[in-house]
């Protein structure tokens, strides 16, 4: 009998262990806190040994502006690309993958030698930034499946205290580079960032996959070998949804698009707000409201400890009340403490506490955020879904930018161009934010499943 009339091989049915245990939940939650900081603490050292670079390589002011520009491109499309994939490799080594990318990048960053190889290898950190998503696509699926009660009932609240490794990466990036660039150079600092990170990829090696994923991939590997009826059989009886086919396609079908479509759009205009009030915040502070550099960045730290205490809160707020509405007040409060800091306050005081009261309530939405998007998708493209939109913030910066430097060149002031930048992209963040359908938190998974298949 030939090959294209043979029936499709029957597969022995496969036991799924669909709980995960207390150690398990809690290691997994640590282990993607700690990846977090390391990632962000990458990102924002090179930002912060741009200048270095930029002095030992005699580039131009343009020059490093069009290099940040073109890394920010290519961080996009690598964030892009890292969301199918982890919907086809798994959970577990996505997060690999992940924590991987930013010791990489670190230790290559290095070895730099021109601005193309540094582009090429800057670009690999988009692994890093894409750190927040999976993180997200995981913890929402183990928190799902855990037999940890407290962490079930506070899941929100549990993953801001993973989210929180952002401002606590901005610390570490900014302490350890002002304590090693004397000893070991740029240069070195990069090395040096790279070793914890590989420590994070060994520790994470033990990491078991989410059960949710482990069922699907299963289900794939039945259709791939013509079991159809039996992979859909699987997939109904752990109570999870059909495969919608191509990820990045699946996320735009009518049940998802609504909130894709408006998501994206406040991630974009969102990084309009991040690039003025954030990455810029210490040009804003200084030419902007006059202050002396070293002022403005004592201003700029306390105001990023604004955004660790909104993480905290947020994730608390968006447990109790939903998180689409507490992501979009957020957002709407941080572009009103950011006007009266623009257009009100007029001492170094006032400016500290409005400048963190709008990082307090624009930075600290984004644990209810990422959470929530985990909620919006299905196993089959939930990766694809979170890293698509955390990508979208990657154009918004450099629209926004160009945006800046295009009226700050026509001889307007900061202020005026931050409120028009920055106040009007988070004011829009928060607008769009309703526009969203709101999402029940993902279901106890396997706690409504006949005990007979529970193992």
Not at 34 to 63: K, N, Q
Not at 225 to 244: C, I, P, T
Request: charged share 15%.
């Amino acid at each position: 009998m030939s090959d294209t009339n043979r029936a499709p091989v029957q597969a022995e049915p496969k036991k799924f262990s669909i709980r995960v245990s207390r150690r398990e939940t809690r290691r997994g939650t640590v282990m993607a806190f700690l990846a977090w900081i390391l990632a962000v603490y990458d990102y924002i050292m090179f930002g912060t040994l741009l200048p270095e670079i930029r002095t030992e390589f005699g580039w131009s002011e343009a020059e490093a502006t069009g290099i940040a520009t073109a890394i920010s491109v290519g961080t996009a499309i690598v964030v892009l690309g890292i969301g199918p994939l982890v919907d086809r490799i798994g959970r577990r080594r996505g997060m690999l993958a992940t924590v991987g990318g930013t010791a990489v990048a670190s230790a290559l960053t290095a070895m730099t030698m021109n601005p193309a190889y540094l582009v090429a290898v800057r670009s690999i950190a988009g692994l890093g930034i894409a750190e927040q998503s999976i993180n997200a696509t995981y913890l929402n699926e183990i928190y799902a499946a855990t037999e940890d009660e407290k962490i079930k009932k506070h899941r929100g609240m549990v993953y801001s205290v993973v989210q929180s490794g952002w401002p606590l990466g901005v610390f570490a990036a900014a302490g350890f580079t002002s304590l090693l660039l004397p000893l070991v150079g740029w240069r070195g600092v990069f090395v040096l960032a790279a070793l914890p990170a590989l420590i994070i990829v060994l520790l994470r090696r033990s990491l078991k996959e989410t059960p949710q994923y482990s069922i699907f991939s299963e289900a794939h590997k039945l259709k791939k070998s013509g079991n159809v009826r039996e992979a859909d059989e699987l997939l109904a009886k752990y109570g999870l949804d059909h495969d919608h086919g191509a990820p990045i396609k699946a996320i735009f079908n009518a049940k998802f698009r609504r909130n894709t479509v408006f998501l994206s759009l406040v991630w974009f205009f969102n990084f309009f707000g991040v690039i003025t009030f954030t990455v810029l915040g210490t040009t804003l502070l200084t030419d902007g409201k006059g202050l002396p550099f070293s002022v403005s960045l004592l201003v700029f730290m306390a105001a990023n400890l604004g955004g660790f205490f909104g993480y905290l809160l947020f994730g608390a707020l968006g447990q109790r009340f939903g998180r689409r509405p507490m992501v979009g007040l957020g957002f709407l409060l941080a572009a009103v403490s950011y006007t009266l800091m623009l257009l009100w306050a007029a001492d170094t005081p006032t400016v500290m506490v409005l400048y963190a009261f709008g990082q307090f309530f624009m930075a600290g939405p984004f644990a209810a955020l990422m959470f929530y998007m985990g909620e919006c998708y299905t196993t089959d493209c939930r990766a694809t879904g979170t890293s698509f939109l955390n990508a979208m913030g990657q154009p918004g910066t450099i629209v926004g930018g160009a945006i800046i430097t295009a009226m700050l060149a026509s001889g307007l002031d900061w202020t005026t161009t931050a409120m028009v930048v920055g106040v009007g992209g988070v004011f829009l963040s928060g607008l769009l934010m309703f526009g969203c359908k709101s999402m029940p938190q993902l279901a106890d998974f396997g706690h409504r499943v006949d005990p007979a298949v529970a193992q």
